[in-house]
């Protein structure tokens, strides 16, 4: 019988491709259990492991939340901009974005376009109170557009998106480390490279990330809270899907949870290792801008 040739290995545009296609996959399986704790959960599935829909939010199967619609806003306003993160393109392009009328939407992501509705103004006030994950969850486009970009124009195309509803220290920490994380995820970093190279140093410089011991399960929308959730099970898993049923198994802020893991564990681990049933269970038009436009969104000089 002849052998079955190895699949490819990720390269840089599927890799790509597999973080935008992560967190609507992450959004889709972990919106059912939005709010639910991990003993409920128990109690009603088992184990949450297929994209089935409903939860609080009544989903039809492979309907994405919040997560994926703002990260796909964002994209398209990046892409209408020759590749630049520009603040009111990004406050005009979640002003639409919340004129259609999503499913849901955070109380903090609403204040802030209603800011900008209000003022013109595309990015808030400092606030303590805007420590939630609503700027993390949709920053994947930044940072395939920032791709071989130095820190600090990579933080400067972070804070373009993320103060347009979050400016707070934590939140921006947050895109800090998930930047430098995907970038060298897409570069190809091995996992022990993501923890001992970024992930521990960074906890160790700002304690308030630290994510060794193990934290609580039910991660709320704080994200100190999120971030900790992601990296564990990203770090606790050997596969795209093992990471994201362990992170949206834990309830809480689930759809945001799963779609930030996704977005790394699709980085990481590239197309090949998304189960095909995931793929088919996903809303079909999402699946269609998500499997291509991460690619688009990579500066053409990184692919050459």
């Known amino acids: 019988m002849p052998k079955t040739a190895p699949p490819a290995p990720p390269t840089l545009s599927t890799r790509a491709n597999a973080a935008m296609l992560g967190v609507a996959l992450g959004d889709a399986l972990g919106a059912t259990l939005e709010f639910m704790t991990p003993a409920e959960i128990r ?3 088992g184990l949450h ?7 609080w939010l009544r989903l039809k199967p492979g309907q994405i939340t919040d997560d994926t619609g703002m990260m ?6 990046i892409l209408q901009n020759d590749g630049q993160v520009i603040p009111l393109a990004c406050a005009k392009a979640f002003d639409g974005w919340m004129r259609n009328r999503p499913v849901d939407i955070g109380n903090t992501v609403r204040r802030g376009i209603v800011h900008f509705r209000l003022s013109g103004q595309a990015a808030v006030q400092p606030s303590i109170e805007a420590a939630g994950n609503g700027a ?6 930044v940072a395939l557009a920032t791709f071989g970009a130095d820190e600090a124009a990579t933080m400067a195309a972070w804070q373009a998106q993320a103060h347009v509803t ?4 934590l939140s921006d920490l947050s895109g800090t480390l998930f930047m430098r994380l995907v970038h060298a995820a897409l570069a190809g970093a091995n996992k022990r490279q993501l ?6 140093p960074f906890a160790k410089a700002h304690p308030e990330f630290v994510f060794r011991p193990k934290r609580r399960d039910y991660p709320s929308g704080y994200v100190v809270d999120t971030v900790q959730a992601v990296l564990q099970a990203f770090f606790d898993t050997d596969t795209f899907d093992e990471c994201l049923v362990e992170v949206v198994n834990r309830g809480g802020d689930a759809d945001t949870t799963g779609a930030i893991a996704g977005m790394l564990a699709g980085a ?3 197309m090949g290792a998304i189960p095909a049933r995931w793929l088919k269970q996903l809303d079909p038009a999402i699946y269609a801008r998500c499997a291509v436009e991460g690619e688009k969104l990579l500066p053409r000089s990184q692919l050459q």
């Open 136 to 141: 993390l969850m949709r920053c994947l486009p």
């Open 195 to 200: 923890l001992h190279e970024i992930a521990h």
């Open 72 to 77: 796909l806003a964002l994209s398209a306003a």
């Open 268 to 270: 990481h681990y590239g």
């Open 43 to 45: 109690h009603q599935y």
């Open 49 to 55: 492991h297929e994209i089935t829909g409903g939860g």
């Open 166 to 169: 979050h400016n707070n220290a």
